[in-house]
């Protein structure tokens, strides 16, 4: 093993005395790995590309994930269920309809009552329908993600272990993100759609490795909150953006997106080059130890806490917002039209911007400066979970623009801290993109088993208030789940 040296960015090695306070960026401790970035013009440069690349992938999962594939699920689905004479129903009015029988203030027509039993089997097919397409896509990005962690941890190239893969898949997953825009059928969108997310998140797994391989733990807390600003940015801004597209280019909104993750992630490999790992010492491929290897890191206590954890927290969240568009159309009182609901959507994350972006700035800084973790992790997921509780004491749509501010700041704290705990806490500082393919399995199960859930529970339950049951009772866990962790 070679001795480390310190570099300037100005191209001279500094004097011994002043290498510690001088330096920006510490050369690699072994062959064919990444400098690690301290100071200076080196770690800006690298905060600023990888903010501006995981705000261009969470563009997609904002814009696309909460309009797009809902509104064309619809589309889909209304052509199915509302034929021939059926077809220029208003289900508005007819949602409304629905509203004033249950309470008592309106009795159907016999056709009324026929349309209603459609307006029935339609809002559970959708949501069913919307809630497959969505975990179909998490589970075989879940299986993917610790495989491609795996290889790129294993990648020899002149250009690094992590880049290959983050412009390959970047590249991928827009192709197939552009087909999307022409499927037929659900299910043809579902294959589509499966395949341009495990692309894309063959892409953004190196690019979060990049973090454990480039940045010295005392910074981790800080650039988490720089990549959680631009992750959270990146969701509302794709969701706004998403929002005013469709009215202009329909379903023509996701070559957009498409071009800017392709752009955003040639920037990121273009401007914060790595070095070569052709030099890169790896052991023997076999496959009982690359198998194993998966479960190594959930057997350390800590990581096994903070994993399962993440899994429940990301899992409630994702039961909460899974059917946003359609819980304006069908829970809210008064009830929206989708065209209103879609205008709407995108309202709630940018009311929420200014207090995650709080949080956010403040979180990451002053977790490096207390050297404290797991308190901020509790504290986010009590606040979260306290959030589910608002739209069941309110099914308003001010209630629901309440919740979203209360998550958002929640949240804000939330995504720094738990991504420098996750690195903190990995227990094999030569597997970095293995283990945090495994954490990223995390979000992703909880992310998947989110949609599924929400959808039966309004299949089973006809309704949504059980929805944020099921969403507050999750946080919650999760917030209990990361009190036996240890370090710090």
């Not at 969505?134 to 990648?155: C, E, K, N, W, Y």
């Not at 309202?347 to 972006?357: D, I, N, Q, S």
């Amino acid at each position: 093993m070679t001795t480390p040296s310190l570099t300037d960015m100005s191209g001279g090695d500094p004097p011994p005395a002043e290498a510690a306070s001088t330096a920006q960026v510490l050369d690699p401790t072994e062959p064919g790995t990444s400098p690690k970035y301290l100071r200076g013009r080196a770690l800006r440069r690298y905060a600023l590309w990888y903010g501006l690349a995981l705000a261009a992938f969470s563009s997609i999962w904002g814009g696309v994930g909460s309009l797009l594939l809902p509104n064309q699920v619809q589309t889909l689905e209304a052509a199915r269920f509302f034929t021939g004479g059926d077809a220029g129903v208003d289900l508005q009015k007819l949602t409304a309809l629905k509203n004033a029988i249950a309470a008592g203030t309106a009795t159907a027509t016999p056709e009324q009552s026929r349309l209603l039993g459609i307006l029935a089997d339609f809002d559970a097919s959708r949501a069913q329908s919307l809630a497959l397409v969505a975990s179909i896509g998490l589970i075989a990005t879940m299986v993917a993600q610790p495989l491609i962690g795996v290889f790129s941890d294993r990648t020899r190239t002149r250009f690094g272990r992590r880049a290959p893969w983050v412009l390959l898949g970047s590249f991928v997953g827009a192709g197939f993100l552009v087909g999307v825009r022409f499927a037929p059928t659900v299910a043809v969108l579902t294959v589509l759609w499966v395949i341009a997310s495990v692309a894309l998140n063959a892409a953004a797994s190196p690019l979060g490795a990049t973090l454990a391989d480039r940045i010295p733990e005392t910074r981790r807390g800080s650039m988490s909150a720089f990549g959680g600003f631009g992750s959270f940015l990146g969701g509302v801004l794709g969701s706004v953006g998403a929002g005013a597209a469709l009215s202009t280019l329909g379903l023509d909104s996701y070559f957009v997106f498409a071009a800017l993750v392709v752009l955003c992630v040639a920037l990121f490999v273009w401007r914060v080059k790595d070095g070569s790992s052709l030099d890169l010492r790896v052991p023997k491929f076999e496959w009982k130890s690359f198998l194993l290897g998966f479960t190594y890191a959930v057997r350390d206590r800590d990581y096994r806490w903070v994993w399962v954890a993440r899994i429940l927290l990301t899992f409630g969240y994702g039961v909460s917002g899974a059917l946003g568009l359609y819980m304006l159309q069908s829970y809210v009182k008064p009830a929206l039209s989708l065209a209103e609901a879609t205008k709407l959507v995108p309202l709630f994350a940018l009311t929420a911007l200014p207090a995650t972006l709080v949080a956010i700035v403040i979180a990451g800084p002053l977790s490096d400066r207390l050297q404290r973790r797991k308190s901020f992790v509790f504290a986010a997921s009590v606040l979260m979970a306290a959030s589910m509780a608002i739209p069941l004491l309110s099914p308003t749509v001010p209630a629901l623009f309440v919740q979203a501010v209360v998550a958002g700041f929640a949240f804000g704290i939330y995504i720094p801290v738990d991504q420098a705990l996750v690195v903190d806490v990995l227990p094999d500082p030569n597997a970095y993109g293995r283990d945090l393919g495994v954490a990223n399995l995390a979000t992703n199960l909880g992310q998947s088993l989110g949609p599924a859930l929400a959808g039966a529970v309004v299949t089973i339950t006809g309704g949504y208030t059980f929805v944020w049951v099921a969403a507050f009772a999750l946080v919650a866990l999760a917030a209990i789940c990361i009190l036996p962790v240890r370090r710090r």
